[in-house]
């Protein structure tokens, strides 16, 4: 009786721990980079990606640093926004769209200024390939929710 009592708890606690392995990780848990941490980590990857040169890294560098401060500076208006209670009118929701549009247009501009074509031409395509994981994470994260 002893031992097959052992051997349940045995076998409860294998499939337990089972299946946490195999949970994704909740967003909490997943590592925090500081803004600064992310651009580095988003250099080295361009620059591997798109053999930057020393010229080309420091150039990406500043408007990586540049575009996190503006992220920041949007967040925190958001945020502000968001506290008192008030939610965006559709005019407020078509201006940021709008001005967020136009900060993506700049940005590609730059980088189109910064990269060769070959470069922007593999850069851009990075992006969109980007583009496409999130929009497949989204729904995965929908599909999860609902």
Known sequence: MKKLFIAALLF?????????????????????????????????????????????QAQVKQLLAERSAKAEKFKEARKDKKDSGTKPTA?????????????????????????????????????????DKAREKIKEYKKENN
Do not use: C
């Open 91 to 131: 005019e407020e929701k078509e201006a940021f769209k709008k001005e967020m549009l136009a900060e993506k247009d700049a940005n590609d501009a730059k980088m189109k200024s910064i990269l060769t074509a070959d470069q922007y031409t593999k850069w851009h395509a990075l992006q969109e390939k980007n583009k």
């Open 12 to 56: 409860v606690g294998i499939t337990s721990f089972a299946q946490d392995a195999d949970q994704k990780p909740e967003r909490e848990q997943r590592e925090r980079l500081t803004p600064e941490q992310r651009n580095e980590k988003q250099l080295q990857k361009l620059t591997s990606e798109l053999s930057l040169d020393a010229n080309q």
